[in-house]
């Protein structure tokens, strides 16, 4: 588990890094709230990012789990996703390295290439630890360049960069899982990484570098027949339009808030207790349509709050959230006394369909 548990940290922590740097820069930067551009292009990355790290969190759990990876694959757009990670990366590349004393360009050359049949996080995972290694490389001034393009039936990313290079022998083991020639700085799960995600892709991974002149590496990847599936659609919203009143049991003044938020937006009313006691109360005095109840509460907990709601009140449906920490030991069970299990973060849209599924399920 250990270095499965560090190889998580390390693709969680570069998810959570443009969350920082953009949530930061939203703060720090004078007058940047007057710049609704601006504004919107840094929360969607922030979105983006939390999916990422959402995801990440995902790959735990289906470890536990019967592998259902194939579902995940879709058809992606390499280009797309390089401009992603260019803007992702970008608080790490440009604005970190500045404050170092380093100027960083990136520069993309990006050709009409088809789609590959991919994993996008893993993939966005993947270039990010190669853009942030070439950051690492570049001691002053540096380029970073991203090529694609297509041959036959293969597509192919360069990474290339004029930094400090590679010599033979880090060259021979840089894929090794945790060598780093970066030591208290590195985890040397970077490349380990990227190479688990070509291989998932079916792709391969090629490094060229001279110590001193730079590095190139080429990834490539079967490129998508016409013949594959397309990206699913997402759900599209179908708001449970009925007027519904909820108790809404949590102790955390984060997700109340956001759950207010999504709650208004749709037009439901709602009232909060802060533990399974106090929610038991405020049960017995009042009506609800649905009951919404956090997992791991003190004192009473959100799975002995479903079991005696059901007791009283049987044809009230149950939504049960639950953090970080307990997907790992509930591996994506739903125990029987709720109807629905939704793991946090969470996302408007799953939230809705969690309410919409649920309430039709009782009427
Ligand atoms: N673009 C690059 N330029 C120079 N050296 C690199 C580059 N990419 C990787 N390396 C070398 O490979 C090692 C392993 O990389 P990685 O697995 O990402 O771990 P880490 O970055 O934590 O050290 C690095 O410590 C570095 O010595
Ligand atoms: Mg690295």
Redesign the pocket.
């Known amino acids: 588990l250990g270095q499965l548990a560090s190889g998580i940290a390390h693709d969680f922590n570069n998810a959570l890094m443009p969350i920082m740097g953009y949530s930061d820069l939203l703060l720090t930067v004078p007058n940047i709230l007057n710049d609704l551009e601006k504004v919107k292009k840094y929360l969607e990355m922030i979105r983006t990012s939390s999916e990422d790290a959402k995801d990440v969190v995902d790959r735990l759990r289906s470890f536990y789990k019967t592998q259902s990876d194939k579902e995940a694959f879709i058809k992606v757009d390499l280009n797309n996703i390089i401009h992603q990670v260019v803007n992702l990366t970008k608080p790490r590349w440009k604005d970190q390295s500045l404050s170092n004393g380093v100027t960083i360009d990136i520069l993309t050359d990006l050709n009409d290439i088809p789609y590959i049949n991919g994993i996008e996080s893993e993939l966005r995972e993947a270039l990010t ?2 853009i ?3 950051v ?2 570049i001691k002053l001034n540096g380029i970073i360049i991203l090529r694609t393009y297509c041959n036959g039936d293969t597509v192919t990313v360069n990474v290339i ?1 004029n ?4 010599t033979d022998a ?1 060259l021979s083991r ?2 090794d899982p945790f ?4 030591g208290e ?8 990484v990227v190479y688990g995600v070509i291989q998932r892709h079916k792709g391969s991974i090629d490094v060229k ?1 001279k110590p001193g002149e ?2 190139t ?1 080429t990834i490539s990847f079967p490129a998508l027949k016409n013949d594959i599936k397309e990206k699913k659609e997402q759900k599209t919203t179908d708001v449970y339009l009925k007027p519904l009143h909820i108790l809404v049991v949590d102790d955390d003044p984060i997700v109340r808030e956001i759950i207010s938020e999504f709650l208004e937006k749709d037009g439901y009313t709602y009232e909060f207790s802060n533990n399974g006691r106090e929610g038991l109360t405020k049960f017995k005095s009042n009506k609800f349509d649905l009951v919404i109840t956090d997992k791991a509460m003190p004192d009473i907990s959100g799975d002995q709050l479903a079991s005696i709601l059901r007791e009283i009140s049987p044809q009230t449906p149950i939504i049960m959230l639950t953090g970080f920490g307990s997907i790992m030991s509930s591996a994506g069970e739903i125990p029987d006394t709720v109807d629905c299990l939704l793991s946090k973060p969470l996302k408007l849209q799953d939230f809705r369909n969690a309410i919409r599924d649920v309430m039709e399920k009782y009427n």
């Open positions: 630890n190669l942030l290694n070439s690492d490389a960069d930094g400090c290079g590679m880090v840089c894929f060598f780093s020639t970066k700085d590195g985890t040397g799960l970077g490349l380990s570098s730079g590095t590496f």
